[in-house]
């Protein structure tokens, strides 16, 4: 079994993903919307919340995890290792790499939270990959919130894309990073305020690619194509969060059953279920 987590609604995109490559993996899905956004949190909050989660998913059963957040990888992800070295964990970080590979104009823009941004991760990444490019960066404050509430196409919406996103333009950038797993859910706008021709990288098949990889490598990968049971957690509203699975991935999970599950606060951060 996968277990895949996030703050919110935003590692659906990576779970999309993960169902279209491999459907007969069961998965646990883990929403931490008690604590969203973590991307304005300090790393050392959110990478506290990363290992809870991360214990309970594998008491639940998972023996892979998805850290399908970009935010949790930077703050968590070499700590995770450290402390469940028998769980292979897979992470995110900004696409850059074929950013700067497909880039003609050779300006990038990369949308991400500011905890992405401040981690370490990111700093390495920009290192190693991001020779002779420009790179623009917006935080895009406020966007994850509007896709937590379901406003994905709306006025305030738009306006936080325009205002990242236009100056961007202006400025020659021709490929843009989804570098949180929340925007891939407003592509469509994205792509109506940039125009065609700009190319927008969504990591999460490269994400799935790599769990497959890593599930093969284990010998643990599910045989067939038959789709497995997933079951869908939040430590907040079960039902708005069972009304948001409808409405981003209705097309794969029209009847989905969430758990809710809470925060101990006399023992934070531990999951209690
Ligand atoms: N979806 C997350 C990410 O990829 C976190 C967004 C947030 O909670 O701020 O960064």
């Excluded at 919110?8 to 604590?35: E, F, W």
Aim: proline residues 7%.
């Amino acid at each position: 079994m996968i277990g895949v987590f996030d703050s919110g609604v935003g590692g659906l995109s990576v779970l999309r993903a993960i169902r279209t490559l491999i459907p007969a993996q069961p998965v646990i899905y883990l929403a931490d919307q008690a604590h969203v956004p973590y991307g304005p949190r300090p790393l050392d909050e959110v990478r506290e919340f990363s290992r809870a989660i991360s214990q309970f998913l594998i008491q639940q059963g998972a023996q892979v995890i998805v850290v399908a957040c970009n935010t949790a990888s930077a703050a968590a992800l070499y700590h995770l290792r450290q402390t469940f070295p028998e769980t292979p964990f897979v992470g995110m970080e900004p696409a850059v790499k074929p950013a700067a590979e497909s880039t003609q104009s050779g300006v990038v823009g990369v949308l991400a939270t500011p905890a992405t941004f401040q981690g370490a991760l990111y700093a390495s990444v920009v290192e190693r990959f991001a020779h002779g490019v420009t790179l623009l960066q917006d935080t895009c404050s406020g966007l994850v919130q509007q896709i937590e509430a379901g406003n994905l196409n709306g006025e305030d919406t738009r306006r936080i894309l325009e205002n990242a996103l236009l100056p961007m333009l202006a400025r020659g950038m021709d490929t843009v990073v989804m570098g949180c797993t929340h925007y891939p859910f407003v592509i469509p706008l994205i792509q109506q305020i940039v125009g065609e021709a700009v190319r927008v990288i969504d990591p999460a098949p490269a994400v799935a690619r790599q769990t497959l990889r890593v599930l093969e490598a284990h010998g643990w990968l599910a045989e067939g194509d038959a789709p497995a049971p997933v079951r869908f957690l939040t430590t907040g509203d079960g039902e708005a969060f069972r009304r948001m699975i409808v409405r981003l991935l209705g097309k794969v999970f029209p009847n989905p059953q969430v758990e809710v599950i809470q925060w101990d606060e006399q023992i934070h951060p531990e999951l209690v279920y």
